[in-house]
């Protein structure tokens, strides 16, 4: 059996053009999913010299390769502002999908690789992004160590199509950050632990030095937050807060989460996060605390019933997690 790993492809990632054709008939155009990770590279960073080097290619073929991708979808993704680089509206649209195909080509190419070793038997956790910077990382580091036995396939998804794949059964395990007790009767939900809640200021943000900040300090900026059926859990916490201090929130943009700090990069708008970011470093962006404080769970959710040996080890796993960071709070 395969020792527990993230399994993402060590080769390049496959072009969506038809063999031996320049591009697909139904299409007309051709796209290789590298230009999309390429793209995806330079709008998280909005720097082709940051992302060169992330990616270990020269700044010319990143250059080239994106203007490719523009040149296949007919229209440009980035612009040279006096700041550096910014997405245009295409590019904010764009960046998504991109994300999305990615991920779902990796999922693929694990399904094709495992079903040829005749390995389907892996635990197949859903993960939020806050989920990863809280607690997902211990979680892996301790199931590397302790149950090399463990498979895990990881797939990031938003709260609400974690809840479906969790009901559809296309995963074991929901590992979520902004999310409350379901009532959904086929649904375990296993409350983790509180996160408070902080928001994101681009660098240059007139208050961006400040060490915490009232929402009502922010009541005329542009929030970039999800729709209420990507994440209802952030939406509503993040509306009641808004109406307790006195304002309706202007909101721009509903993305997905990894969309949103070029986003708050580029100076379009303000967002919110958890605590746990604040042991991180986002280029052109500054966390900072709510006052007064806001908190939301991370939690987990399972199907009801599901007895498996896989997820019974996951959880102990993730009990294990807990405890360790209940002791070094104390410490």
Not at 304 to 319: A, I, K, M, N
Request: glycine residues 6%; hydrophobic residues 45%; charged residues 20%.
């Amino acid at each position: 059996m395969a020792n527990n790993a993230l399994d993402w492809p060590s080769g390049g990632w496959p072009s969506l053009a038809m063999p031996g054709q320049s591009s697909h008939p139904a299409w007309g155009f051709s796209m290789d999913l590298r230009q999309f990770r390429y793209f995806i590279e330079v709008a998280d960073r909005l720097s082709f010299t940051q992302a060169a080097k992330r990616l270990h290619i020269s700044q010319p073929t990143l250059s080239q390769q994106v203007r490719a991708l523009e040149q296949s979808l007919g229209t440009q993704l980035l612009v040279r502002a006096p700041k550096g680089i910014a997405l245009t509206q295409a590019g904010i649209a764009f960046l998504d999908r991109a994300r999305a195909a990615l991920r779902e080509a990796s999922a693929a190419i694990e399904d094709a690789r495992a079903a040829s070793k005749g390995f389907l038997g892996r635990l197949n956790v859903a993960c939020g992004p806050m989920a990863e910077y809280c607690i997902l990382h211990d979680v892996l580091a301790l199931a590397r160590n302790k149950s090399s036995r463990l498979h895990i396939r990881l797939r990031f998804l938003p709260e609400n199509e974690q809840i479906l794949s969790v009901l559809a059964g296309t995963a074991d395990v929901g590992f979520m950050g902004f999310f409350s007790e379901t009532a959904d009767p086929h649904l375990d939900y296993l409350p983790l632990y509180p996160e408070r809640g902080i928001v994101m200021l681009p660098s240059t943000h007139r208050l961006a030095s400040r060490r915490s900040i009232k929402l009502s300090d922010l009541a005329k900026e542009s929030w970039i937050v999800p729709t209420r059926d990507q994440s209802p859990v952030v939406h509503d916490v993040f509306m009641a807060e808004c109406r307790k201090s006195g304002f309706a929130p202007k909101i721009n943009f509903a993305t997905d989460w990894y969309s949103r700090f070029p986003i708050v990069a580029s100076g379009a708008g303000v967002s919110v996060g958890a605590s746990s970011l604040l042991k991180f470093r986002r280029p052109n962006i500054k966390f900072i605390l709510i006052e007064p404080t806001v908190t939301v769970d991370m939690g987990m959710i399972t199907k009801r019933g599901d007895q498996s040996p896989h997820l019974h080890e996951f959880r102990e796993l993730v009990r294990e997690a807990l405890a360790l960071r209940e002791a070094g709070n104390e410490s």
